[in-house]
């Protein structure tokens, strides 16, 4: 597994790439205390703590109100009695519970991540798929059992609430745990000595409860399923109110299960990501996974369940036809990189045109990777437009994701070229010249 370069999962909200230098041996070394600041450094760890979760209530309460404006003022914030119900946190423990059962169950295969600093590898399930699965019969059984799963509309506000605060103290957990390990087990990064700085970015690589690895649970399993089963939970609210679901529904549904089932599938390669090789497990990737990816990518269905659109039939077939080329660019592009990382020989990217770098590394410049410099970022954002079409034109919310994720990964792009051009130097030069685009064709 140790040549697997794909990054295909949706990744969290604030992640971001510190660049390291390997030394000799290719393994990274650590200083005793990291002076690298990401985020605005101390000023952003304790702003974004705060206003990411108040951003997330604002956009629920926004969602189901009648204007759905964001621009209202004062802004729409919710009462303190309606943030608490005891079934939510009931809800939240009963389903993190279930992804733990299904995390240890021996399916699917048992992959290593990367070399680590001490020359180590960890071994990790490749099980998340059966949980989506398994989450998915048992969650039919729950409505053939007459389940009222519209109820999660109402929910949604304290379960968000119980996500932002399960955050808060599970990064507490992991920060004061953090100092009982060994130095080598702590991520660059995450040791600036500022306990508001380090809390916030996370100092612990990979922490685990014996063969339990925390943060790879937290990834794409409990967060990223959630998100699926609040839309389907928006859909049976449709159903309570209107008698069937819309066709607008049907499809922020389709797409968004599309996408999530397609990162499950492609588990193995969230083991080369960041998030897994270099950021430590700290607040900002406890919040993203556990509390900004379920309650904010879904907005769209919340935002229906309250302002019903009427989709042509023309529309709808339109909006597809999107979806469907944003997925092909995007899965192609990903996995003609993939399989050119593991192996250039193949016959699928042997063809195709590479140039040199003085690493022995090559650059595709030519297939997808000779469109522009990150189709797969083009393949996410047209998805993410799909996403957001269905829901009409006569309010920003529904689009709230779409703009997020284009300043995310135009900023992310960024980050990546300055990665590119510290590794690959002139040949990096050489690649920007001929392909010229960072992500649209002719545009950027
Ligand atoms: P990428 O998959 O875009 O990987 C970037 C790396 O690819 C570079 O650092 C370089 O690494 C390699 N590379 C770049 N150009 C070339 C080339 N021409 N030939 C060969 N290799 C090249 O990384 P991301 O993790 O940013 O994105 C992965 C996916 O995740 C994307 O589809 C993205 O849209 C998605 N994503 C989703 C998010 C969400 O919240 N939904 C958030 C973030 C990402 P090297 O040379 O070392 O191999």
Redesign the pocket.
């Known amino acids: 597994m140790d040549a697997l370069?794909?990054?295909?999962?949706?990744?969290?909200?604030l992640?971001r790439r510190p660049i390291m230098k390997p030394n000799s041996q290719g393994l990274k070394q650590r200083p005793s205390h990291d002076t690298e600041r990401e985020f605005g450094g101390t000023l952003g760890a304790l702003c974004i703590p705060i206003l990411l979760p108040l951003t997330v209530m604002f956009l629920i309460c926004v969602s189901r109100s009648p204007e759905a404006s964001l621009l209202q003022w004062p802004p729409a914030l919710p009462s303190t009695d309606q943030l608490w119900n005891p079934l939510a946190l009931v809800l939240l423990l009963g389903w993190i519970s279930l992804h733990a059962l299904l995390y240890v169950l021996p399916l699917g295969k048992v992959s290593e991540g990367l070399v680590l600093r001490n020359g180590t590898r960890l071994k990790y399930p490749i099980n998340g798929f059966h949980s989506l699965c398994i989450s998915g019969v048992l969650l039919m059984l729950l409505l053939g059992l007459g389940a009222p799963l519209g109820s999660l509309f109402e929910l949604l506000l304290p379960l968000a609430a119980c996500a932002i605060a399960g955050s808060y103290l599970f990064s507490l957990y992991l920060y004061i745990r953090s100092f009982w390990v060994p130095s080598h087990a702590l991520a660059l990064g995450g040791n600036t000595g500022n306990p508001l700085y380090d809390f916030f970015i996370g100092r612990e690589l990979n922490p685990r409860i014996g063969n339990f690895d925390l943060k790879y649970f937290c990834e794409l399993r409990p967060g990223l399923i959630g998100w699926v089963v609040i839309n389907l939970g928006m859909l049976m609210k449709e159903v309570e109110l209107r008698g069937s679901p819309s066709l607008a529904m049907i499809l922020v549904n389709s797409f968004q299960l599309l996408y999530v089932a397609d990162a499950l599938w492609n588990e193995e390669a969230v083991l080369t990501?960041?998030d897994i090789v270099h950021d430590g497990f700290g607040f900002m990737l406890v919040f993203g996974d556990l509390a900004w990816?379920p309650f904010t990518y879904g907005m769209q269905a919340a935002f229906l369940v309250v302002h019903p659109q009427a989709l042509s039939s023309l529309g709808a077939a339109a909006i597809i036809a999107l979806n469907g080329i944003g997925y092909y660019v995007?899965r192609k592009s990903?996995s003609q990189?993939n399989q050119?990382?593991r192996d250039p020989t193949h016959p699928s990217v042997a063809r195709l045109e590479t140039i040199a770098t003085a690493t022995g590394?090559?650059?595709?410049?030519s297939g997808w990777?000779g469109l522009v410099?990150?189709p797969?970022?083009l393949?996410?954002l047209l998805m993410a437009l799909a996403w957001s079409l269905p829901c009409g034109f006569s309010h920003l919310l529904p689009y709230f994701y779409v703009i997020y994720?284009a300043v995310?990964?135009i900023h992310?792009e960024d980050r990546?070229e300055r990665?590119?051009r510290a590794?690959?130097g002139l040949a990096w030069d050489t690649?920007c010249q001929r392909?010229p685009y960072r992500i649209f064709p002719y545009v950027y």
């Open positions: 370069e794909n990054n295909t999962v949706p990744s969290t909200p992640n990501t960041m990816v995007f990903n990189k050119f990382r590394k090559r650059l595709l410049v990777w410099r990150h797969n970022y393949g996410d994720f995310l990964l992310r990546d990665q590119c590794k690959y690649y392909v």
